[in-house]
């Protein structure tokens, strides 16, 4: 935390705003509301959007499938509800405390549970809740805030979505390095 005061510090003196003092007096007063108002977000995966490739999760844009708990959550391989399988769902077997429900999200709409899965999850004696993925989300939400211990598993409404593997490659910006670091035009 020192260093990153000392750089904040050093900018804020760069651009002329005062004394060192109050720059790291106004930055600890900055600082410290951020991290109050995010305190309270701590430890709680919610679902604050989808859009047709994806979710947004605590605000952040989370390309395609995903799984989610109360306080993770990760890309999920499958996109559709052929490709969800018990393997695709063996991370129930690692995840303490077991979850009582599992909020499957099945894209546009709902389908049904393939057999297999079916009997992977009654073994574990683990509910499953079938919804498409936009209530899917409202849902996860309500009994993450409950406090029940849930998973969610929702696939991207569109499953023929560009993913980051299948996005084209990073291309190079086309402008000059030098113009845009403010030397002069090489025109």
């Known amino acids: 935390m020192c260093t990153l005061i000392k750089a904040f510090t050093w900018t804020i003196l760069q651009k002329g705003m005062g004394n060192t003092q109050k720059a790291q007096d106004l930055l600890l007063r900055n600082y410290g509301g951020i991290s109050r108002i995010a305190e309270a977000e701590k430890g709680n995966t919610k ?3 989808y859009y047709a490739g994806g979710f947004y999760i605590n605000n952040v844009q989370v390309p395609g499938s995903v799984l989610a708990s109360a306080d993770l959550y990760l890309m999920w391989r499958p996109r559709t509800m052929s490709e969800v399988t018990p393997d695709s769902l063996s991370f129930l ?8 429900v599992l909020v499957l999200g099945c894209g546009m709409k709902p389908e049904p549970v393939p057999k297999d899965v079916a009997d992977f999850l009654a073994q574990r004696n683990i509910k499953v809740e079938v919804l498409d993925s936009r209530n899917a989300t409202g849902y996860f939400n309500v009994l993450n805030e409950e406090g029940r211990v849930v998973v969610g598993a929702l696939l991207a409404a569109d499953p023929n979505a560009n993913m980051p593997e299948t996005m084209p490659a990073f291309k190079e ?3 000059e390095r030098g113009f845009a670091l403010g030397n002069k035009s090489p025109f």
């Open 173 to 175: 910006p086309t402008w």
């Open 93 to 100: 077997d690692i995840i303490k405390p077991v979850p009582e």
């Open 47 to 49: 679902f604050s959007g």
